[in-house]
């Protein structure tokens, strides 16, 4: 067809990303855009990212569509706000209609519901922030997701994250979020 050329080496390395449950596709280094971001002495720059800079980033890219905290607001789902355990998944909501409905729907909020933290990590490098995506680096997600994962109360190795927790590869391999087993049958 003759239609738009190839795409560069570059720009294939900007969008092949995955994260996966095992590790594999975490980086290990800053990127943006496609390239590996240099510290002051040349070397590649390692990806870390804390808490307290995942809060800025989040007040600044995210807040205004899932509100403050995570709680959610204007269409956009809730991020955070369940009771940092998986007991609301088993609630079953009867008919709306009826006098006495019945129990509060489940929570599913990152710290209840999903069973990975790397699909938070893709997702948010994937697809956010969503005005303009994949404009992240590896270090800002890094960030957002340690903020995102205090803001639900995951524990990584039985230590909750405080602000000047700092998330990077190796600590993340750690992470086992509250619904890992979550979706396997119990029979």
């Not at 980086?27 to 390239?35: E, L, Q, R």
């Not at 998330?167 to 391999?173: A, G, T, V």
Request: hydrophobic share 30%; glycine share 10%.
């Amino acid at each position: 067809f003759n239609f738009g050329r190839e795409a560069t080496p570059t720009e294939i390395a900007a969008w092949d990303k995955d994260a996966m449950p095992d590790g594999t596709g975490l980086p290990k280094y800053d990127m943006k855009h496609g390239k590996v971001v240099l510290d002051e002495d040349g070397n590649p720059k390692k990806a870390e990212g804390s808490v307290a800079w995942g809060e800025e980033l989040y007040v600044e890219q995210c807040q205004m569509c899932h509100g403050d905290f995570g709680a959610g607001g204007k269409g956009y789902p809730a991020l955070s706000g369940g009771d940092g355990t998986t007991k609301s998944l088993t609630n079953q909501l009867m008919n709306p209609a009826d006098e006495n409905p019945g129990i509060e729907p489940p929570k599913k909020v990152i710290g209840t519901y999903w069973p990975y933290a790397s699909t938070l990590f893709w997702y948010i490098q994937d697809a956010m922030p969503f005005p303009h995506p994949k404009s992240l680096s590896n270090s800002e997600t890094y960030a957002l997701t340690a903020y995102l994962l205090y803001e639900n109360g995951v524990k990584i190795e039985g230590e909750e994250l405080d602000e000047d927790y700092v998330l990077d590869k190796e600590k993340f391999l750690k992470i086992k979020m509250p619904n890992a087993e979550g979706f396997y049958p119990n029979v």
